[in-house]
């Protein structure tokens, strides 16, 4: 990656909790590390979700995330840098971000676990611009 710790570069970190911390897993896979926190368990999902006329029941489950958080580590990485964080759920913010920074890292994730299978690999409407 073209992060110079030298250079004056404006930085967009983009989506998936890259303020907070890494996805650690689910299910079988979850992993509580030393120094686990409630502080970093975020709660996705749940409701419904009407996606291409059909109705959809969206799981409801915990995400536990793992610090150091990916915007932190970014920050230590490239100290001259001016880093910017949108957490994607406004995609026009987050292309604006883009748009607006010398470089963009993006975190996307899709968290998954035993007996939660996804509907297919495609993004969903509302993220395909």
Do not use: C
């Amino acid at each position: 990656m073209p992060l110079s710790p030298a250079k004056r570069q404006s930085i967009a970190i983009i989506g998936a909790h890259a303020d907070l911390g890494v996805h650690s897993g689910g299910g079988s896979s979850q992993v509580l590390g030393i120094g686990h926190s409630q502080n970093l368990e975020v709660h996705i999902g749940g409701g419904l979700r009407v996606i291409a006329g059909e109705s959809w029941d969206i799981p409801g489950d915990g995400v536990v995330l793992h610090a150091p958080s990916p915007l932190s580590e970014i920050g230590k990485i490239a100290p001259k840098a001016r880093l910017s964080f949108s957490s994607g759920d406004d995609i026009t913010e987050a292309v604006a971000a883009a748009k607006k920074a010398d470089i963009a890292i993006v975190f996307a994730r899709q968290h998954m676990r035993e007996g939660v299978d996804v509907y297919g690999l495609a993004l969903p409407a509302s993220r395909r611009r």
